[in-house]
Each structure stands twice: as structure tokens, then as C-alpha cells.
């Protein structure tokens, strides 16, 4: 049998929230086995841990949101999903505030860190969730749709599709994680302008800029109008009649965001707590399908136990 395996030494990230703005530090530390993914707020009383597992998610509008009690931890994805991805099966984070920083909106600081501190072997074994028989979850207001094989290994393949001209259907897949690093690890998350105006007029993404997240122009907007919201997210003035990213530095690949959308469901399934031996199939993936689908799973482990 495999064994578990946790981080050869803790290293730190340190960066803006998406939602709050708040300047954030993230410490990852190596943990025993059977540990799992555990989250302390260090900046509470009592320092309390949230345990990172699909029945603690409390919120999926825009992001991951785990809470117990009172205490709660956004934007856990992205490094779950590079933790998940590289094998580390138990690791223990501590974080200064509400949510873990944004950095660039990708898994790509993650995985550098966890290469550069390395990966142990520890005594146990490593268990898995073994898919037999297919299993489906649909969303019928969405049109959202996640569905899982059997397999001898873990995969993805994920499909995007939105109404526009922009963006419209992308496929991403990734059957051998060992890819992950060069091949979905920098994909950057990203949103819509509409999506944008709503977000501010809610008091969200308070750190939100082009440096951490792919801005998609699709449907046109008066010149003043576009202007005013350039001003409120501190980007430059664009021709309001010229549709289509808004980003600093250039795509990574062409599907980007259907690669970004499966380091979210990689990040997303982390939480159902032991790792899959299953092929997804997703449709117009999201965390509240992503966080549906892991609750299932983990029922299965509760029946299988």
C-alpha cells in the first residue's frame, strides 16, 4: 500500500484577501499522520481549527468558505487543490485572518513552496476512496452536472460554457496528476465585468485587482460607464467597443479558465478527505455543484465504513 506523506518543512505566503483586503499571512506546516487538512485562526482567542471537510462548508457564492462555530476561513481552494494534487495528504495551516490570500489567483505559489520544502513519507498507510459504480449529481436551475467513474487513478475533465461571445465552451482535462505543476497549476481564476459590478455593490473583492484575476469583457457598456468602473478596480481606461480580457500579464493558455475551473474542483474534492480513485466528468463545474458532489462522496465513505 502507499504511503501518507506530509511536508518535508512549513513555509509561509503572505498577500491580499480577495473579499476583505486585509494583508494576510499563511503558514503551511508539516502534520501527523491521518492529520488531513486542518486550518487554526491564529488571530482568535483560543486560536481555534476548522477541520477542512465538505460538511464545514458554509458558503460557495464566490469561493470556498469553511466555518465551525463562529469561526470561519475563505479561499481554501487553491492551495488545497495543490496540496491534493502533489500528494501531500496531511498538513496543518495557520492563518492571521478570515481568509487565505489571494496571491496571484493561482495554485502556482503553492506548488513552488511545497517543491522547495519537499514532500516526506510517513509510517501509515494511505487509504483512498475507491469509485465503484457511477456516481451522478445535476443542477437543473444551472445546468450544472458533475459525474464520477470507476478508475484506477484520479482524473478531471472539466467543460465551461457561458452565453458569449468572449467566453463561451472550453474543455480542460488532467488524468495523471503528476501534470498538475506544469499544467494547471498557473491557471488563474477569473470573472465576468457584470460580475465585477455586482461584487463591489456587495462590499466584496475588496482585493481584487488584475494581478490576481482574469477580468472578462463581453458585453459593451457605455464608454463612462466603463470608465467609472475602471476607476473603482484602479485599471486603465479602455475603448469600451473593444471586447475581451482584461488582464496584466497574457494568457497562460487559451483555455485558461477551463483549467481554472478544474484546480477549483481538484481543490474542491480535497475536502471530502481522503483521496479519489475515480475519472469526473463536470459540466459547468462551480463550488456549490463542487461542494454538493463532495458531500455525496463522503457519504459514501461514512457508508463504507
Request: hydrophobic letters at 40%; aromatic letters at 6%.
Amino acid at each position: 500500500m502507499p504511503k501518507q506523506h506530509t511536508l518535508g518543512g512549513s513555509f509561509t505566503l503572505e498577500g491580499k484577501g480577495l473579499h476583505t483586503g486585509l494583508y494576510l499571512t499563511a503558514t503551511f506546516n508539516p502534520a501527523p499522520e491521518n492529520h488531513g487538512y486542518k486550518i487554526r485562526r491564529t488571530d482568535l482567542p483560543g486560536q481555534p481549527i476548522i477541520d477542512a471537510v465538505a460538511e464545514n462548508v458554509v458558503e460557495t457564492t464566490r469561493g470556498t468558505v469553511l466555518q465551525v462555530g463562529d469561526t470561519r476561513c475563505s479561499t481554501v481552494e487553491h492551495a488545497l487543490s495543490a496540496f491534493s494534487a502533489l500528494g501531500v495528504d496531511n498538513c496543518f495551516i495557520e492563518v492571521d485572518g478570515p481568509e487565505v490570500p489571494i496571491l496571484d489567483g493561482s495554485a502556482e505559489m503553492y506548488v513552488e513552496n511545497i517543491r522547495r520544502v519537499g514532500i516526506v513519507e510517513q509510517a501509515a498507510e494511505r487509504h483512498y476512496l475507491d469509485i465503484t459504480e457511477t456516481i451522478e449529481v445535476h443542477d437543473e436551475q444551472s445546468g450544472s452536472s458533475i459525474t464520477i467513474a470507476p478508475s484506477d487513478d484520479f482524473g478531471i475533465t472539466a467543460t465551461i460554457a457561458f452565453p458569449g461571445k468572449v467566453l463561451s465552451n472550453q474543455t480542460a482535462q488532467l488524468t495523471d496528476m503528476t501534470l498538475f505543476p506544469e499544467e494547471i497549476a498557473a491557471a488563474r481564476t477569473f470573472c465576468f465585468v457584470r460580475e465585477v459590478e455586482m461584487m463591489l455593490a456587495a462590499n466584496l473583492i475588496k482585493g481584487g485587482d488584475l494581478d490576481n484575476a482574469i477580468v472578462i469583457y463581453e458585453h459593451e457598456k457605455t464608454q463612462a460607464e466603463l470608465d467609472l468602473l475602471a476607476d473603482r478596480i484602479g485599471v486603465p481606461h479602455r475603448k469600451a467597443t473593444e471586447l475581451g480580457y482584461i488582464q496584466h500579464k497574457p494568457l497562460q493558455w487559451d483555455n485558461e479558465p477551463a483549467r481554472h475551473k478544474l484546480l477549483d474542483l481538484i481543490g474542491d474534492m480535497a475536502l471530502v478527505g481522503l483521496p479519489i480513485r475515480g475519472h469526473i466528468t463536470a459540466m459547468r463545474p462551480g463550488h456549490t455543484i463542487n461542494n454538493r458532489f463532495a458531500r455525496l462522496l463522503r457519504d459514501q465513505l461514512t457508508a463504507g465504513s
